[in-house]
C-alpha cells in the first residue's frame, strides 16, 4: 500500500474544497466519520446504541427484530392503542 505524505493530503483536501465548496465540505466531512466510524463498529461487533461490544447472541436478537421490524424494548410506539 503507498505511503500518503501531507502534500497528497493537502491536495486531497483542496480538490475536495473545489468540488463541495466551502458549505458543504463540513457536511461531507461528518458523513465520512459516521461512515467510517459506523464500519468499524460493524468489524468489532459493538451495539451502536449502547457503544460498546455486545455478546453475539444478543447481535442475533437484534438483527432478527432489525429483520423484522420488531422495535426495541421500552421504546414508547404512540401510534399503537
Do not use: C, S, W
Not at 464500519?39 to 446504541?49: K, V
Not at 447481535?59 to 429483520?67: I, L, N, Q, V, Y
Amino acid at each position: 500500500m503507498p505511503n500518503v505524505g501531507p502534500l497528497e493530503l493537502v491536495l486531497v483536501a483542496v480538490i475536495a474544497l473545489i468540488v463541495l465548496g466551502p458549505r458543504r465540505l463540513p457536511e461531507a466531512g461528518r458523513a465520512l466519520g459516521q461512515g467510517i466510524r459506523g464500519f468499524r463498529d460493524a468489524l468489532h461487533g459493538r451495539d451502536q446504541e449502547h457503544g460498546e461490544v455486545a455478546p453475539p447472541e444478543q447481535r442475533e436478537r437484534t438483527a432478527a427484530k432489525r429483520e423484522t421490524g420488531e422495535r426495541h424494548e421500552g421504546v414508547y410506539d404512540e401510534a399503537q392503542p
